[in-house]
């Protein structure tokens, strides 16, 4: 069952080795299939800098994601409480000009109290 974190828009961090773009996200939502936790949502570049920003996504290893959203902080603690014991690991898929994009992370939150996703690597599954 998927759950949403939030349907509004909101920026997210996409962190990268040299540098880190700011891009507006929406629709963001959780769900649990196949023992795999997966956090989704969908850029929305506001303006032609993200635009620009968000070719980084499709170009460069990409580092990690943060959010510092309160609903979404919220409503994924609760996801986490309520489901901790029906996955192994977490898969961030982010959908960019069309494209779905899925990458192995680590949830964690970083001493700012932010939500981050560390990436092990992109996926194709």
């Not at 494209?99 to 996926?123: C, I, N, W, Y």
């Amino acid at each position: 069952m998927i759950r949403s974190l939030r349907k509004g828009h909101t920026l997210v961090d996409l962190q990268y080795e040299h540098t880190c773009d700011s891009i507006t996200g929406e629709r963001f939502e959780a769900e649990v299939k196949d023992r795999v936790a997966i956090f989704r949502f969908s850029l929305r570049p506001s303006g032609e800098n993200q635009r620009g920003d968000e070719e980084n996504l499709h170009t460069s290893p990409l580092v990690s994601i943060t959010l510092n959203e309160a609903q979404i902080l919220k409503n994924l603690r609760g996801f986490n409480q309520t489901r901790k014991t029906e996955y192994s690991h977490w898969v961030i898929e982010v959908l960019s000009r069309g494209k779905s994009m899925k990458f192995l992370a680590k949830q964690s939150l970083d001493p700012s109290g932010r939500l981050q996703f560390a990436v092990h690597s992109e996926t194709t599954g």
